[in-house]
Each structure stands twice: as C-alpha cells, then as structure tokens.
C-alpha cells in the first residue's frame, strides 16, 4: 500500500512539473491547409498557355483492349476517350511496359497515331516488349496534328495474349 501511494504521488509531482503550452496563434492556421481545394488549385494542360510543354497518358492493356491484329485504339489510363487535341505539335513520345507483351506467335506492335500507325514507334517485335522496356519514341516526331486524333498500337502477324504499357505523350499548342 506504501509503494502505490509513493506512485501516485510521483506521477502528480511529474504532472506538475510539465507546464501545458496553449497556441492560441495556431487556431487561426488550424484550417489553412486543407485537401478539399486541391483539385481547384491543380494545374493542368487546361490551366497553361499554349507555349508550356503538355502531357497526355494513354493506357494499353490486354485485359480491357483485347490483342487482335490490326490498330488497337488507346485510352486514357482511366479507359475513357482521349484525343490529342487538333493542331497539336507533339515533341515527345514515350513507351513504357509495364507487363510483358506475349504472343502465341511472333507479333509486332507499332505504336502511333490513326493515320500514322507507327508516328512514335515502328513496328517491334514481342521479344523487344519485356517488363520495364522504355523506348523514346521519336520515329516521326516531331508531328503536327491537323485534327484531334486518337492514339493507337498496330499489332501484327500474330494476336497478342497478354501486356500492359503506357505511351506518354507531351506536345504544345500549334496554331
């Protein structure tokens, strides 16, 4: 019983000596960042003038696009419909694979515009498209772009199986 009382009176000496500091400036800056606006403050290729460098991400994958011989139309990475916007000059193009492209035969894939399948890349084969490749594509860049158009993946020879990549674009407003 000794023991606890000596506790419990060295654990409220403690609680005196530590003095509790109130901030009364810190109530006005309690909300003063805060998320809810961050979207509204975000700067995207809508918020920039025709003279800065613009990006546009397109997604491929196996799964939601299918693998068939012929031009594969690509989305964005959400899978909605996305376009490079009319008068574009696109300066830069980059291909990333994230899964392996396979194929039950020796396919190819060109990477591109419609109407210029292979703008960002010729066409390359599967053994080429392993996990993590990154190629520059600069086949034909750079490129102006009469009217909105969709970017594409031409594959041939053989259907694909499997493969995820990304083809990143940047580009600037032309007149």
Do not use: C, W
């Not at 491929?60 to 299918?66: I, K, R």
């Not at 419609?114 to 034909?140: E, H, I, P, R, Y």
């Not at 860049?141 to 493969?163: E, F, I, S």
Request: negative net charge; without cysteine; charged residues 15%.
């Amino acid at each position: 019983m000794v023991q606890q009382v000596e506790r419990t009176t060295e654990f409220v000496r403690l609680q005196q000596s530590f003095e509790v500091i109130s901030l009364p400036q810190n109530r006005k800056f309690q909300d003063f960042v805060e998320n809810k606006y961050m979207a509204d403050d975000s700067i995207g290729n809508a918020e920039t003038d025709g003279n800065q460098p613009k990006h546009l991400s397109f997604k491929y994958s196996f799964d939601t696009d299918g693998g068939a011989t012929g031009a594969i139309i690509i989305n964005s990475e959400s899978g909605t419909p996305q376009l490079i916007p009319q008068n574009a000059i696109i300066t830069n193009a980059t291909i990333e694979i994230e899964t392996a492209i396979t194929s039950g035969g020796s396919a190819t894939v060109a990477f591109g515009l419609l109407g210029n399948t292979d703008a960002f890349k010729a066409a390359t084969g599967k053994a080429s498209l392993t996990l993590d490749a990154v190629f520059a594509g600069t086949n034909d860049l750079p490129l102006k772009v009469a009217v909105p158009t969709q970017v594409v993946a031409t594959v041939a020879t053989a259907a694909l199986t499997a493969g995820v990549f990304f083809i990143n674009v940047e580009y600037i407003e032309g007149n």
